[in-house]
């Protein structure tokens, strides 16, 4: 054979993959999403753009890339796994692949079956196995496994036991995907005799790695590859030094980079982490201000004294703290200096920025009071508080029963706090007692 | 290529040893088990119909066993190919295997299965004193109907399957009502005569039954026009579904790596 002959001929290569924007994996979805949206959106990943590539028969090709970058699918369709969407592969002869750290693997097999059944599938007859077994054993190192199922294996393990097999078998062409990115130096070493001995036999290699300087010491020509496009081809003697250089200084950068990256993520997260540490501060120095400003204390003509405004937890425990949804009751005990007809007791709950919730009184309640003389007690009971966390203020107030005349009026004087219990809730200042369903 | 007739060849049987191998999990048990699924069967229906409901119906044992393990047969075969491809991920994302291989070997060792069950049958022959005939040629022809079949319709289901997950499920159920809508624990003949242009779109009901008269009744079944009528409609359900089978993997299986 001629060596000029391609033996690989890629053009105008496209695979584009279809990534559904929602999963419709079932006859179910299917149907009920047929009937209600139409057709299915996908998102379409190109994962190799208009590349075209040829190789000559006994040429090594390297691809290089970044992640995503489209390496392991070219890979793919070379090895005719993968159908191209658009443009045309041609490849003569027979093709051996080692791709994504191994190959077909049955796990459940021992490492000698996987053996004969993987060689089986490219193509080795038994015989022929069984001649060359012990030299794939040997090869991955893995003679004290040989009756270990597969899953028991390390990834390293595999890897080493995949490139051993593939090879092994007579092939034209070999596609090897990141082979020395799993083994130790001790199989680096072995890989790279492999490839020599490949050489020597005028085999073709594509080769997928990361490694640029150990592409430049094996590989003929070096494809570069980002985002799925071929950005160039170079022969590698030409410009060896020139890649080498560019190779580790676009490593470097890259190191650089992520480093980078990684501080400005840290510096963010503690920036965020301090102004909200400073904004709670200063919500907290606001709250004390209105507190201040807003209270307006005591007036009225203090025929009934209001003595004093309590608060009475679940437990009948004095509290100024409660959790959403629990009981609550205040006793606002008064003093009536001389006999009053019909007084109205009230009581206003108010947000911290001085919104007016809700005021409650006795009259509203039907509580009609023929007189008060004398010391006495008023009391207001909730049953489940509906507040959200957050601070209130109440006010405590004896009015007649038009309002027109007020006793005591203690106007947000007292403070109650409230902490999240039963709920998750938090937006707004009350939980509503609500129920949600959903219906298609 | 050259010589990939022989090479498929082997590729099957290698992966049909290991389809085996993994069935029966390796263990002379596992594999003594499946043999006592269809003959635990066998007695449940058997005291439920013969002894219970008294249906009278000569050799019922040999004439519920032998509906059992066909349909067995190809419950097996289509469930487990269905699967295949998701037990054979590696094989179908790195490596260009020809996937058919994968459910052709799956086929097999349901059929190798189906085998070791016929012999046991073929012993509960002896032992009820059934006999043997010439009739026993017709019963190799009804299985090689009976593999297209299964063949046919795992190649649909497999490629399926991938896109459609519940099929599985959706299976399960069809085969459980089939069991009871194919001839399996009573004869055709309890199906009245207008339904049988139906009834008879069931492959398996044409094939157990002349399963029966083969290798039990020793007999021929009435060749009339009607008779020959449900033959060919068999015959042509059977062919069509391995033809259209193969058409839609074809179709659908170049894009299993994508999608598995």
Redesign the interface.
């Known amino acids: 054979m001629a060596k000029e002959e391609n033996i690989i001929e890629i053009n105008n290569l496209t695979k584009i ?1 279809h990534i559904p924007h929602e999963e419709r ?6 149907i009920i999403g047929a009937i209600s949206k139409g057709k299915i959106k996908y998102e379409k990943l190109y994962a190799l753009r208009d590349i075209s590539l040829a190789v000559k028969k006994g040429d090594f090709l390297g691809i290089i890339g970044p992640n995503g970058s489209g390496k392991t699918t070219l890979l ?1 369709v070379i ?5 191209p969407d658009k443009g045309s592969i041609l490849v003569k002869g ?2 051996v ?1 080692f ?2 750290l ?5 796990q ?2 021992t490492a000698k ?1 996987n053996i ?2 993987y060689s ?2 490219l ?1 080795l ?2 015989k022929d196995t069984d001649e060359k077994l012990d030299a794939i054993i040997s090869f991955a190192g893995i003679k004290k496994f040989i009756d270990t199922p597969l899953k028991d294996f390390s990834t390293g393990m595999m890897a080493r036991l995949a490139f051993s097999i593939a090879k092994n078998v007579e092939a034209d062409i070999y596609l090897i995907d990141e082979v020395l990115a799993v083994g130790d130096e001790k199989f680096q070493k072995k890989c790279i005799k492999v490839f020599e001995e490949l050489k020597k036999k005028d085999k073709t290699v594509v080769f997928v790695s990361h490694n640029p300087d150990l592409v430049n010491k094996i590989c003929d020509e070096v494809a570069w590859l980002e985002n799925g496009a071929l950005v160039r081809k170079t022969k590698v003697d030409a410009v060896i030094k020139q890649d080498d250089k560019q190779a580790s200084l676009r490593k470097k950068e890259e190191t650089e980079v992520s480093i980078l990256r990684e501080r400005i993520e840290q510096e963010k997260e503690r920036l965020e982490k301090e102004k909200k540490e400073l904004e709670q501060e200063k919500l907290e120095i606001e709250k004390i201000k209105k507190h201040v400003v807003t209270k307006k204390g005591r007036r009225g003509t203090k025929e009934i004294e209001l003595a004093s405004v309590k608060c009475y937890n679940r437990s009948g425990k004095k509290s100024w703290a409660f959790r959403t949804g629990e009981p609550i009751k205040i006793v606002l005990c008064y003093n009536a200096k001389k006999k009053i007809n019909k007084p109205m007791f009230g009581i206003g709950f108010y947000d911290d920025n001085g919104r007016y919730i809700s005021g409650p009184n006795t009259i509203y309640s039907d509580l009609r009071i023929p007189y008060v003389e004398g010391k006495g007690k008023v009391i207001y009971e909730v049953k489940s508080l509906p507040l959200l966390q957050g601070n209130y203020y109440f006010s405590a107030a004896i009015h007649d029963q038009s309002e027109t005349k007020c006793y005591d009026w203690h106007d947000k004087l007292y403070t109650i706090k409230i902490v999240n219990g039963k709920t998750n809730e938090r937006y707004g200042l009350i939980q509503i007692p609500c129920r949600w369903t959903h219906k298609k | ?1 050259k010589a990939s007739l022989s ?1 498929n060849l ?2 099957v049987k ?2 049909t040893i ?1 389809d085996f ?2 069935k029966y999990n390796r263990s002379v048990l596992g594999f003594f088990w499946s043999l006592l699924k269809p003959l635990l069967m066998l007695a449940t229906l058997y005291i439920v119909f013969h002894h219970l409901i008294k249906l009278d119906v000569p050799h019922y044992e040999l004439f519920l066993l032998i509906g059992i393990i066909l349909w067995g047969f190809f419950t097996e075969a289509t469930s487990y190919s269905m699967s295949a491809l998701n037990r ?1 991920t ?2 179908i ?5 020809n996937k058919r291989l994968i459910i052709i070997s799956t086929n097999i060792s349901a059929f190798i299965s189906l085998m070791l069950n016929l012999i046991i049958f073929f012993f509960f022959v002896i032992i009820f004193e059934a006999g043997f005939s010439w009739h026993l040629v017709l019963f190799a022809v009804l299985l090689a109907e009976l593999f297209l079949f299964a063949l046919g319709m795992s190649f649909i289901l497999s490629a399926l399957y991938p ?5 599985s499920h ?1 299976w399960d159920v069809l085969m459980q009502v089939g069991f009871w809508v194919t001839p399996i624990i009573y004869p055709i003949s309890f199906i009245p005569k207008q339904f049988h242009n139906w009834y008879i779109l069931n492959p398996l009901a044409r094939i157990i039954e002349d399963s029966r008269n083969a290798l039990i009744f020793h007999k021929l079944p009435p060749v009339d026009f009607s008779y020959l009528k449900h033959v060919s409609i068999t015959f042509i359900i059977c062919v069509g579904a391995l033809i259209i089978g193969v058409i839609i993997f074809s179709k659908k299986s ?2 299993f ?2 999608q598995i």
């Open positions: 993959f994996s079932t006859l179910a979805e299917s793919k090895a005719s796994i993968l159908q027979k093709v692949s791709l994504e191994g190959i077909g693997f049955v459940e097999l079956e004969y059944l089986s599938l193509g007859a038994r | 290529m090479n082997r590729i290698d992966l290991v191998k993994l054979n590696n094989l994302r790195k490596t260009n295997l896109r459609f997950r519940d099929l959706i170049k894009k790596a994508e």
